[in-house]
């Protein structure tokens, strides 16, 4: 039976059970509901209406004697309830003062301000997906020698922050060879995104190739090192897994210990999370739905950040199912919506 087809009483007392285990944490019974006078029905009617809710896969008992606590298709009923209600984008509001992300300087800085800022302010584990260097617009670039085969890529985007990555080469290249690579791409490529520029340099056979060879060639090896290393690895900021270590109650420790496996492997986290990535502007995954055993026991909302013309990562909180959706969810709005603007509009 579809969601669709409860009826408005199953519907209250589906919420409040809901809410009454989020808060407490505990099996809820119809006496629970009946104190709260949410309905003029007798405690047998309410009753009723969670033993229909139960045989619906809405709610389920723990323990024979216990009351009952809300399934994952229960949390998503009401979850989505939360997602109809968020304000039109044109009437959002930031939460964040404007001093809390400073733009200037260096993405990285920035995100990770962002990932301390979302474990702080949901007290859960925060994190951010940093976007892929070699699909962001190019204003300026620099490439550094920093070790033998080892070559910083320093990136300043169209909106006017800094982005660097070290990539590493079969082929060295000296410091003399970089920098007329990164003048003939500052020349000749401004605006453009890195992919797009190896794209033209091996396809489109511009008139000069023939001219240039050295420095195509050397910027070619460059370019197809750098994008083959990203797309082995994605970057990933969190901030708070000691916060999850409270959560014990609502996450036995063996999935905890999983899912601090999945923090040391960066690039794991970051494959699930990616993998989630919307133009939603609020996205929750709860429990079973995210098709990882690892994390069954927890929830993922996150959102997206970017510029006008680009979805460039997303942010979000890991945290326990039993968490206050109605302020984790505008919460993940507002800082995605504050960090886009502070992209956006940066100086």
Not at 169 to 191: K, V
Not at 251 to 274: M, Q, Y
Request: with cysteine; net charge positive; glycine share 4%.
């Amino acid at each position: 039976m579809k969601s669709l087809d409860l009826r408005k009483k199953d519907r209250v007392v589906l919420v409040n059970v809901v809410e009454s285990f989020l808060l407490e944490g505990k099996p809820v019974g119809s006496d629970t509901i009946t104190r709260k006078r949410i309905l003029p029905d007798s405690p047998a009617t309410i009753r009723n209406s969670m033993v229909r809710l139960e045989k619906l896969g809405y709610l389920f008992k723990p323990h024979a004697s216990a009351g009952r606590v809300p399934s994952d298709k229960g949390l998503r009923l009401y979850v989505n309830s939360l997602l109809d209600m968020l304000a039109p984008s044109s009437e959002r509001t930031v939460l964040l003062p404007e001093e809390a992300l400073p733009g200037r300087g260096d993405l990285n800085s920035l995100l990770s301000r962002v990932s301390l800022m979302l474990a702080d302010e949901s007290d859960n584990l925060g994190f951010v997906l940093s976007p892929r260097i070699s699909r962001i617009h190019f204003k300026h670039l620099r490439f550094i020698r920093v070790a033998d085969n080892k070559v910083m890529v320093i990136l300043l985007a169209t909106f006017n922050l800094v982005l660097n990555e070290i990539v590493s080469l079969e082929q060295d290249l000296g410091q003399g060879e970089l920098d007329e690579a990164a003048r003939f791409m500052n020349q000749n490529f401004r605006g453009k995104t890195l992919q797009a520029v190896l794209d033209y340099l091996e396809h489109e056979r511009p008139p000069y190739r023939q001219r240039r060879e050295p420095v195509t060639a050397k910027l070619s090896l460059l370019l197809k090192a750098y994008l083959l290393q990203e797309e082995r690895s994605d970057s990933i900021f969190f901030q708070g897994t000691s916060r999850l270590l409270d959560k014990s109650r609502d996450i036995p420790l063996e999935k905890l210990k999983a899912l601090f496996r999945h923090f040391e492997e960066k690039a794991r986290l970051a494959k699930i999370i990616s993998d989630f990535i919307s133009l939603d502007r609020v996205k929750v995954l709860i429990g079973s739905e995210q098709n990882d055993p690892d994390i069954a026991d927890c929830a993922l909302i996150l959102s997206h950040y970017g510029t006008e013309s680009q979805v460039l990562g997303s942010l979000g909180i890991i945290g326990p199912k039993r968490i206050p959706y109605h302020r984790i969810i505008p919460l993940v709005d507002s800082i995605a919506l504050r960090l886009s603007q502070t992209i956006r509009h940066n100086p």
